[in-house]
């Protein structure tokens, strides 16, 4: 059987869809997301941001709205998001919304 990789780039004809039943099937991939473990979640750094703060005008990446005036949780790679939204996001995956950094796993 031809790879796929070697079908795309040599353009010869792909023998999963050489016939018209296989042609309409959709590829299948699968993303495995695990939960961050709560210790690596409660050892991350929390600030009060207050409206004093001009450089606080940055967007929480997961929700969108701005920064000021929350609580704001830091990741291990320094990027800052509503200390809400990454505990929930956390408790899904265990990467940075942003750069993907990984935490560990129960």
């Known amino acids: 059987m031809t790879s796929l990789l070697h079908s795309v780039f040599k353009s010869e004809p792909m023998e999963e ?3 018209e ?9 699968f993303y495995y997301y695990y939960p ?6 409660e050892q991350l750094v929390t600030n009060i941001i207050g409206e004093g703060n001009e450089a606080r005008n940055a967007e929480c ?6 920064l000021g005036n929350a609580e704001v ?3 291990p790679c320094n990027h800052e998001y509503h200390s809400i939204c ?15 950094h ?5």
């Open 36 to 41: 961050a473990s709560e210790a690596a979640v």
């Open 86 to 100: 990454l505990r929930d996001w956390l408790s899904t995956r265990n990467t940075c919304p942003i750069c993907r």
């Open 102 to 106: 990984v935490l560990p796993v129960d």
């Open 73 to 75: 949780t830091e990741m």
């Open 61 to 66: 990446s997961i929700c969108l709205k701005t």
């Open 17 to 19: 869809f050489d016939n």
């Open 21 to 29: 039943e296989n042609a309409y099937e959709p590829m299948e991939f």
